[in-house]
């Protein structure tokens, strides 16, 4: 099902499978009607201007929206009935949640096990929201 999306994301360079695997589990197939609204934010004064045109197996994304994590300043629409794959970028922000520091390196561990390999563990601490201290306590009391 998600072949074209694997041949099309490895066309931006060489993944690992487990990176793969991360993307695809969370796309959603949907299908889109005709002047179906994909992105809804935006300004609608009746004056739209195409900024862009699209065709099969291009990505459609409202970059500055994605980058800043802010709702979309433009309108992307449908115009004619397409079957896609949306993906959500969920902001994993550990530092203000109300997990505990083990449910935040859990977390970690599950979502994103390659950063504790390749980060400082004061990098891991910091982006946990957590002192060093309590991220060598955690990781113990997990190890033990």
Do not use: C, H
């Amino acid at each position: 099902m998600f072949d074209s999306v694997i041949a099309s994301i490895k066309g931006f360079g060489n993944f690992p499978e487990e990176d793969l695997v991360a993307i695809t589990s969370r796309l959603q197939p949907i299908t889109l009607r005709k002047d179906a609204l994909l992105i809804r934010e935006g300004q609608d004064d009746g004056n739209d201007v195409t900024l862009n045109l699209y065709v099969e197996n291009d990505w459609v994304m409202e970059y500055k929206s994605l980058i800043r994590q802010q709702p979309a300043e433009t309108i992307i629409q449908a115009t004619e009935q397409r079957r896609i794959f949306e993906i959500t970028v969920q902001n994993q922000d550990y530092q203000n949640t109300r997990l505990s520091p083990e449910e935040k390196y859990e977390r970690l561990l599950a979502t994103r096990p390659r950063l504790i390999q390749q980060f400082p563990l004061k990098y891991i601490a910091s982006y946990l929201g957590i002192t060093p201290e309590t991220l060598s306590r955690v990781r113990r009391r997990i190890i033990s």
